[in-house]
């Protein structure tokens, strides 16, 4: 079975790290043909090949990185060291002005996004601990934060709409709700949530209308059928 571009990203970043360089090289070589927009993998390319004396492939992935993300000071920094080491000190010089103009900006404008991907599951993690211990205030923080680096993540939007339903504010649980199900009309348990959330408003017809809607995609669902039964709909 081919392995995942995420799986080789992680057994590259440990072959690296424990200095497996020529391991490292194959297992992110393969990493950039399945996907080409890691800077992070391209500036440990880059370092590989400047060990390896491969200096124009050095510099090729140095600048691979640098075209992903202009603000990256590591790779500015390594592709001056290569362009020093073969004699063109101009070009090191402007790669080291580029580092140095990108080391004084306050925030960062760029992450991979394998790295969002991580970090926003991390999040979402931490506030699903938050939540089962009824925390709802730090979940919705980390939810939040969640939703910052990746706004497309479906059942993370449901929970902070869950969260502030707990919470009291029904305002923001139907915004959370409906956002989610809007970018995934057949993610049936936000749908759930938001009639859950009506219910709790007491719009009792709106809460109908969304799980009567559920039945339409899983008739089979017992508990929206006892949903219904609250609202005054025999199943």
């Not at 490292?24 to 590989?48: H, Q, S, W």
């Not at 000071?73 to 070009?91: C, Q, R």
């Not at 057949?186 to 709106?206: D, N, V």
Request: hydrophobic share 40%; aromatic share 12%; proline share 2%.
């Amino acid at each position: 079975m081919k392995e995942r571009w995420q799986e080789l990203y992680e057994m590259g970043k440990r072959a690296f790290t424990e200095k497996n360089y020529e391991e490292a090289r194959t297992v992110f070589e393969k990493v950039v043909r399945a996907k080409d927009d890691c800077a992070d993998v391209y500036n440990m390319l880059g370092i590989i090949y400047f060990i390896d004396n491969r200096y124009d492939e050095a510099i090729r992935a140095f600048r691979k990185a640098l075209d992903i993300n202009p603000f990256y000071i590591e790779a500015s920094l390594n592709l001056s060291i290569v362009y020093n080491e073969t004699g063109d000190f101009e070009k090191a010089q402007q790669a080291y002005a580029a580092a140095k103009a990108s080391s004084g900006r306050s925030t960062r404008t760029y992450l991979d996004p394998y790295v969002k991907g991580r970090l926003a599951n991390k999040h979402a993690e931490i506030g699903d601990i938050y939540r089962e211990l009824g925390l709802y205030y730090d979940a919705a923080r980390e939810y939040n934060m969640a939703l910052a680096l990746r706004a497309d993540l479906v059942d993370v939007k449901m929970r902070l709409g869950m969260v502030y339903r707990n919470m009291g504010d029904h305002k923001k649980s139907v915004a959370e709700l409906k956002e989610a199900k809007d970018l995934n009309p057949k993610f049936l348990p936000a749908r759930i949530q938001l009639g859950l959330t009506y219910y709790a408003m007491g719009e009792k017809e709106k809460a109908r209308d969304e799980w009567a809607e559920v039945l339409k995609y899983n008739p089979n669902d017992r508990l929206v059928r006892m949903y219904l039964k609250l609202v005054g709909v025999k199943s």
